[in-house]
């Protein structure tokens, strides 16, 4: 059974606790590299990272050293070993092994006795140093060219299948990625990524590819110019044909857009009027996601947002006061906000609670009294 991330950052850190490597198995593109450094941040543990499918056998046993040894009076060569070894064997860290199942069976036998024993060629890894690795095989592994796990082999892992929640990489770009593709891919979710076959030589999205996407856009400057041509030809080199024509169509209305800084910065309510309950949730979902109240609100701000508030549809501005009571923000917004719309704020709740009395009277209603 397949768990999302959020699930893998509570689970890994007690497996790996006990010193049990622990074994991610997913699509391509999905983060899996990701969610180890961020396992590794909360266990405060610096990440070593060797990509197994690029690493040789001499990777594992060293270089000869120019220092011999000499066992029963005749000389040995001695093999002395490459940093990253020496680090996980000299000071806590996380091994990380990337596409254990596309490294060679030399490479995956040392990688084998780590995760058996502990040690390699001698050397024995530091008590408190944990071994991760991430592979695209499992349920997805007829999909790649990688070489499959035998039993033995996948006996010494605690093996995760991870499928991550769309809510997963909306949670985490909305630190990283701009507005405007936080925005794209929260109403056009089937474009995050490719689940289905996939065609040979042809490109699809996948959440790797719309974080390069957004880093090119930066870079280019992109999302502060109307080159629409740029951003077609771009975005379809990262994230395919379909995914690109709907991005573009997508930033065309968006220029046109109310954000969360025409509101609170602005005050520019009248924007709005033509808005139904959609239009005013996702507002309100693009203020939660900003984070903007994690701090305290201006005066002026502060102003706006109760005008807003006024205006909105009853549950909307629910969604929008519990929101700001319960983001984990500044609690001083709170208090500062019930003032100017007590008022309104007491209505809608005496009309919630009235509307539950009234279905609760419709469900104790006997038919034949009708």
Request: one cysteine or more; a negative charge; proline letters at 5%.
């Amino acid at each position: 059974m397949a768990i999302d991330f959020k699930s893998f950052n509570k689970t890994a850190p007690l497996i790996l606790k006990s010193k049990f490597p622990v074994l991610l198995r997913g699509r391509h593109g999905v983060g899996k590299s990701q969610v180890i450094y961020q396992v590794a941040k909360n266990l405060r543990l610096p990440v070593v990272e060797r990509r197994a499918s690029q690493m040789t056998e001499g990777d594992l046993l060293g270089i000869p050293s120019p220092d011999g040894i000499s066992i029963n009076g005749e000389q040995a060569s001695k093999f002395r070993p490459f940093d990253w070894l020496v680090q996980a064997c000299t000071e806590p860290v996380v091994l990380f092994f990337d596409e254990v199942d596309r490294a060679t069976i030399e490479v995956r036998q040392g990688i084998f006795e780590l995760t058996d024993s502990r040690k390699l060629a001698g050397w024995h890894l530091h008590e408190d140093t944990v071994i991760c690795a991430a592979i695209n095989g499992g349920e997805h592994g007829s999909q790649y060219q990688v070489g499959e796990m035998d039993p033995a082999e996948l006996d010494r892992w605690a093996t995760f299948d991870v499928e991550p929640s769309i809510e997963d990489w909306l949670d985490w770009a909305k630190d990283n990625v701009d507005e405007l593709i936080w925005d794209f891919i929260n109403h056009n979710r089937p474009h995050l990524e490719h689940l289905d076959d996939f065609e040979p030589n042809k490109v699809y999205p996948s959440r790797r590819s719309w974080d390069r996407l957004n880093t090119t856009f930066q870079e280019a400057g992109l999302f502060d110019e109307s080159d629409s041509s740029a951003m077609f030809n771009i975005a379809s080199v990262f994230v395919g044909f379909e995914a690109a024509v709907s991005l573009c169509d997508f930033v065309k209305k968006h220029r046109q857009v109310v954000t969360v800084s025409d509101i609170l910065v602005d005050g520019k309510i009248e924007l709005t009027d033509d808005f139904g309950i959609n239009d005013h949730t996702a507002i309100v979902e693009k203020m939660e996601a900003s984070g903007i109240f994690n701090d305290l609100l201006p005066p002026e701000s502060l102003d706006n947002l109760s005008v807003y508030f006024k205006v909105l549809p009853s549950e909307v501005a629910m969604k929008l006061w519990y929101s700001l009571a319960s983001s984990g923000g500044d609690i001083q917004n709170t208090i500062n906000l019930h003032p100017k719309i007590k008022k309104e704020l007491v209505a809608m709740l005496t009309d919630i609670e009235a509307q539950e009395v009234e279905a609760v009277d419709v469900e104790e209603t006997n038919p034949e009294d009708l």
